[in-house]
């Protein structure tokens, strides 16, 4: 059974704050994936990664950056968190070099007061 | 640029009424489609998939798809919601070796009425 687990359920930082949001899959998954969603604009793609330091930008990466330095983990990083990256976040992973289903984590509701 | 589109954003249902929500992709390439689901305060997880062959995708808890190459869609079906359906609903598309970028839909809201 697929487990991806991020660090945090909740998370509250302020603007200006650095801010890590950790994923960590099982199950030896070569691809990686950071997404935010949104009410109304399902999830959108901020970044992925398809192997160790390996990372491409999704379709929203301004004000993101990721780390990918194991298989199993990969970081999502607000270098300077603003109110309008109050969000929730999900991670995923899934296999292979093709893209198969993605398994997601239960999320990370981030507030940026 | 490849986009996805759900039909409704929010479906209120009575229990044992049929259910369809329609998705439609814009990528006029071959696909993977998927349909995942979320109930309220738990992961997002896969409902089915399409990949290829029988276009008439069956999935868990009684949902089915279908892929209609010719429409761009694939719509999410059941016969008979229950109570424990409520939740959300999120169509995804991937070109098939074209990447690994999915496009996710913005999400139909189901809620079924007891």
């Known amino acids: 059974d697929v487990k991806v687990t991020q660090s945090s359920r909740y998370l509250v930082k302020r603007t200006g704050e650095k801010v890590f949001l950790e994923c960590v899959q099982d199950?030896?998954?070569?691809?990686m994936f950071w997404y935010r969603q949104d009410p109304g604009l399902g999830l959108r793609l901020i970044y992925f990664?398809?192997?160790?330091?390996?990372?491409e930008k999704g379709d929203i990466p301004e004000g993101y950056s990721v780390s990918r330095e194991k298989k199993e983990r990969f970081s999502l990083i607000l270098e300077s968190a603003s109110t309008n990256q109050t969000s929730m976040y999900l991670c995923?992973?899934?296999?292979?070099?093709?893209?198969?289903?993605?398994?997601f984590g239960p999320g990370t509701r981030l507030t940026v007061t | 640029a490849q986009s996805v589109s759900q039909h409704n954003h929010h479906v209120i249902l009575s229990e044992a009424a049929s259910l369809e929500l329609g998705c439609n992709y814009s990528?006029?390439?071959?696909?993977?489609l998927f349909w995942y689901v979320q109930y309220p305060g738990q992961h997002l997880q896969l409902l089915l998939k399409?990949?290829?062959?029988?276009?008439l995708v069956k999935g868990i808890k009684g949902f089915e798809a279908e892929f209609i190459k010719s429409k761009f869609s694939f719509n999410l079906r059941k016969p008979s919601v229950q109570w424990s359906d409520t939740a959300e609903y999120f169509c995804?598309?991937?070109?098939?070796?074209?990447?690994?970028?999915?496009?996710f839909g913005a999400g139909t809201r189901l809620f079924v009425k007891a």
């Open positions: 995923a992973s899934s296999p292979g070099t093709n893209i198969y289903e993605q398994y």
């Open positions: 199950m030896d998954h070569e691809n």
């Open positions: 990664s398809y192997d160790v330091k390996m990372k």
């Open positions: 990528y006029g390439g071959t696909v993977n």
């Open positions: 399409y990949f290829s062959g029988d276009p």
């Open positions: 995804a598309v991937n070109r098939k070796g074209g990447g690994f970028k999915t496009i």
